[in-house]
């Protein structure tokens, strides 16, 4: 509780203004609100009540390398998650995460305006920290999971900052309105949650339906969407509508087999909606293959066509960023090919290769994991930053992580 008093939460309230004190009880008198007049089943057990915590703290090293190999630089960032599931009842469970990162090097001492950057939540609730910023060092901490979850059988109601998962392929996902993420942002295995209300509602173990809203100041900058999904023949599909931002959007995924080959795929049609009569929206699709070969080595190969593209900014800020649903990567195409094997039960290996059929851009990503004992990792992995399209953007695309993870 110490950390809430101490986080400057602000609330935005479509209400209006006010104190930091009468924003936060806004917030939580609704969320309480919510949950309370939940129709919950009396004959559920009392003694219910449970707290499980987990977490893991991770050492992650970067070395940023010239192509000749004349500038070294470093940068670390010490990591801590805490991971909280609280049952209150049967039908009622409650989760808080949060993430505290140390980070320090060169990327501190040489980037103006960082701490404004990791201060900037970019969520309808301020949940960010800076604790500390110096010159050479970095101590930042966020909630990224804070959520109520009322369970009945098939229904599920989520309130707070919380994932919500709509995407069927691996790198890239056309279909996840409410919180993309960048492949190449490796060490947030989580990823990001967005503050929204949520619900599902289940009538077979692979159908059901989903709706959600993610909480924005003005009907432009928020999501409201809603999937039904089934089987169909071998496949699961889906079909998502709603509001994207400016955006009236209506789409579909799919996963399955092709012989042996697993077989994904998501496309959605973006369509502007205050010129919804004088002009035409983009696509933007995916689909991607995997297949294990008979010697344990498993390839995968994913197409990306990126109708929205526009150039927003730095392409290198934007790879490692997270994306809008409709302008997934720095370029109109993309490719990804990986393959990975288990070269040991201990030590696996894994080779990935990215880049883009209409702009100059490659990334080579091959990386080895180590479990050294029980709940204790060891991971090496590159990104090799080639192309036209990232020269003279950094004096050292080459990028080597070594990282030490400890889970409890």
């Given at each position: 509780?110490?950390?809430?008093?101490?986080?400057?939460?602000?609330?935005?309230?479509?209400?209006?203004?006010?104190?930091?004190?009468?924003?936060?009880?806004?917030?939580?008198?609704?969320?309480?609100?919510?949950?309370?007049y939940l129709p919950i089943n009396s004959n559920a057990q009392d003694d219910a009540f449970d707290i499980?915590?987990?977490?893991?703290?991770?050492?992650?090293?970067?070395?940023?390398?010239?192509?000749?190999?004349?500038?070294?630089?470093?940068?670390?960032?010490?990591?801590?998650?805490?991971?909280?599931?609280?049952?209150?009842?049967?039908?009622?469970?409650?989760?808080?995460?949060?993430?505290?990162?140390?980070?320090?090097?060169?990327?501190?001492?040489?980037?103006?305006?960082?701490?404004?950057?990791?201060?900037?939540?970019?969520?309808?609730?301020?949940?960010?920290?800076?604790?500390?910023?110096?010159?050479?060092?970095?101590?930042?901490?966020?909630?990224?999971?804070?959520?109520?979850?009322?369970?009945?059988?098939?229904?599920?109601?989520?309130?707070?900052?919380?994932?919500?998962?709509?995407?069927?392929?691996?790198?890239?996902?056309?279909?996840?309105?409410?919180?993309?993420?960048?492949?190449?942002?490796?060490?947030?295995?989580?990823?990001?949650?967005?503050?929204?209300?949520?619900?599902?509602?289940?009538?077979?173990?692979?159908?059901?339906?989903?709706?959600?809203?993610?909480?924005?100041?003005?009907?432009?900058?928020?999501?409201?969407?809603?999937?039904?999904?089934?089987?169909?023949?071998?496949?699961?599909?889906q079909f998502v509508a709603g509001h994207y931002l400016e955006y009236a959007v209506l789409?579909?995924?799919?996963?399955?087999?092709?012989?042996?080959?697993?077989?994904?795929?998501?496309?959605?049609?973006?369509?502007?909606?205050?010129?919804?009569?004088?002009?035409?929206?983009?696509?933007?699709?995916?689909?991607?293959?995997?297949?294990?070969?008979?010697?344990?080595?498993?390839?995968?190969?994913?197409?990306?066509?990126?109708?929205?593209?526009?150039?927003?900014?730095?392409?290198?800020?934007?790879?490692?960023?997270?994306?809008?649903?409709?302008?997934?990567?720095?370029?109109?195409?993309?490719?990804?090919?990986?393959?990975?094997?288990?070269?040991?039960?201990?030590?696996?290996?894994?080779?990935?290769?990215?880049?883009?059929?209409?702009?100059?851009?490659?990334?080579?990503?091959?990386?080895?994991?180590?479990?050294?004992?029980?709940?204790?990792?060891?991971?090496?992995?590159?990104?090799?930053?080639?192309?036209?399209?990232?020269?003279?953007?950094?004096?050292?695309?080459?990028?080597?992580?070594?990282?030490?993870?400890?889970?409890?």
């Amino acid at each position: 509780m110490k950390f809430f008093t101490r986080m400057d939460i602000r609330f935005r309230s479509p209400l209006g203004g006010g104190s930091l004190t009468m924003n936060l009880l806004r917030g939580v008198l609704l969320l309480a609100a919510t949950i309370l007049y939940l129709p919950i089943n009396s004959n559920a057990q009392d003694d219910a009540f449970d707290i499980d915590f987990s977490g893991y703290v991770k050492e992650l090293g970067q070395l940023s390398i010239s192509n000749d190999f004349s500038m070294l630089r470093y940068d670390n960032i010490l990591h801590h998650r805490l991971e909280s599931d609280w049952t209150l009842h049967d039908q009622l469970e409650f989760r808080a995460d949060l993430r505290t990162r140390l980070l320090h090097g060169y990327s501190i001492e040489h980037t103006p305006g960082l701490k404004q950057f990791y201060e900037q939540d970019p969520n309808y609730f301020d949940l960010s920290r800076v604790w500390h910023s110096g010159d050479h060092s970095l101590l930042h901490s966020q909630i990224d999971r804070l959520h109520a979850s009322y369970i009945n059988g098939p229904f599920e109601l989520h309130v707070g900052r919380q994932r919500l998962n709509w995407g069927r392929t691996y790198v890239w996902n056309p279909n996840d309105l409410f919180n993309a993420y960048s492949y190449l942002n490796f060490d947030y295995e989580e990823r990001p949650g967005v503050d929204a209300i949520s619900a599902q509602y289940s009538w077979s173990y692979a159908s059901g339906v989903e709706a959600g809203y993610r909480i924005g100041d003005t009907f432009d900058e928020s999501v409201i969407g809603g999937m039904v999904h089934t089987s169909l023949a071998s496949y699961d599909v889906q079909f998502v509508a709603g509001h994207y931002l400016e955006y009236a959007v209506l789409g579909a995924g799919w996963a399955g087999y092709l012989r042996d080959s697993g077989f994904k795929g998501e496309l959605t049609y973006f369509h502007p909606e205050d010129r919804f009569f004088g002009d035409t929206g983009h696509f933007t699709a995916t689909a991607g293959i995997d297949y294990m070969l008979d010697n344990g080595v498993y390839l995968q190969g994913e197409l990306l066509y990126n109708g929205g593209y526009r150039r927003q900014g730095a392409a290198l800020q934007e790879l490692t960023r997270p994306p809008s649903a409709d302008n997934l990567f720095i370029a109109r195409s993309a490719f990804f090919l990986n393959g990975s094997y288990q070269l040991h039960p201990l030590v696996s290996g894994n080779l990935g290769f990215m880049g883009s059929f209409d702009r100059s851009i490659f990334i080579l990503i091959p990386q080895i994991s180590v479990s050294l004992a029980e709940n204790f990792d060891f991971l090496v992995l590159s990104q090799l930053l080639k192309g036209s399209v990232l020269d003279g953007l950094t004096e050292t695309p080459n990028l080597l992580f070594f990282r030490l993870k400890w889970s409890y």
